[in-house]
């Protein structure tokens, strides 16, 4: 068995999941990832994640199933036609991204950067460039902190993952030095994960903005009102078909942290004009 720490939590794995840190050992853990043979008796016709009882059954784009418990355990159901040694890249995504809500954590589709000890994250849909725009942010001096899942839980946005998917072509562009780098078998747009240096990466910090992307002609930053942040978090948020009084009180609780944008980007703009427009923006609210 493997074991991690994730989030602060112990994690016991009997798959190795590169992206995250082997600890030597600790007394109990928190998480525990197994392997079942036989397959569970679930229709994935109308959707890919279904909620059950106290858990959630999550079948991911190449079929690989995942089962979340009650008690953030994760059984991993085996498949032939998918390599055991590229299951976790399937894991460290959605199937995790629920073992953390069931932990308590406020779960987004995000990225995350940090300087002086305050966080900012790009929050959004698959597509609007949220890496790229955190690691060009990281180029500029922010600490790297968390890639697709944006990770909140006592007034506090936790560290991740110190691997970030990126354009095999941009990497070559970027000026950062990066320790490794994986290629993946099943992203959809051809990208690798990259290693940043642990001099480039925050451990933590305290909430202060979230931005949201959006694709049009020209580059605008504005403040979002109650009703449209409470839409996009909605939208772009873990949620639990059964919690559904817990999933209201973690979206207000969010809009009480963090002050949260519109980010208006020219996607056939060069990244370096949409990157330093929203760098300005972030450095006029950093405290």
């Known amino acids: 068995m493997f074991r991690y720490k994730v989030c602060n939590l112990n994690v016991l794995s009997e798959i190795f999941i590169p992206a995250f840190d082997v600890q030597n050992e600790f007394i109990k853990y928190e998480i525990k990832i197994t392997l079942e043979n036989s397959l569970p008796d679930k229709d994935f016709k109308d959707s890919d994640t279904i909620f059950s009882d106290d858990s959630i059954y999550y079948k991911s784009k190449p079929g690989l199933i995942f089962k979340i418990l009650g008690n953030s355990d994760i059984i991993i ?13 399937m894991l ?14 406020m779960i987004m589709h995000g990225s995350s950067v940090v300087m002086n000890g305050q966080a900012v994250c790009i929050v959004g849909s698959s597509g609007l460039g949220k890496s790229t725009l955190a690691l060009s942010l990281v180029e500029k001096g922010f600490k790297f902190l968390t890639e697709d899942l944006c990770i909140v839980k006592d007034n506090i946005v936790h560290f991740y993952s110190s691997w970030i998917k990126i354009d095999k072509k941009l990497k070559n562009k970027l000026k950062t030095d990066f320790n490794k780098n994986i290629n993946l078998s099943f992203d959809s747009r051809g990208r ?3 290693k940043i240096g ?5 451990e933590r910090a305290t909430p202060k903005a979230i931005y949201f992307p959006i694709i049009g002609n020209n580059k605008n930053i504005e403040q979002m009102k109650d009703s449209e942040i409470f839409k996009f978090l909605f939208t772009n948020s873990y949620r639990m078909e059964n919690e559904q009084e817990t999933d209201l009180a973690m979206i207000a609780d969010m809009i009480k942290s963090f002050d949260f944008y519109s980010f208006q980007r020219n996607i056939d703009s060069p990244i370096d004009e949409n990157v330093n427009f929203l760098l300005s923006h972030v450095e006029s609210i950093l405290d």
Do not use: C
């Open 77 to 89: 159901y085996k498949s032939k036609e998918i390599n055991q040694d590229k299951v976790w890249e």
């Open 92 to 105: 460290i995504g959605i199937p995790f991204g629920y073992a953390l809500r069931k932990k308590g954590f």
């Open 192 to 194: 690798e994960l990259i």
């Open 198 to 202: 642990t001099e480039h990466v925050s």
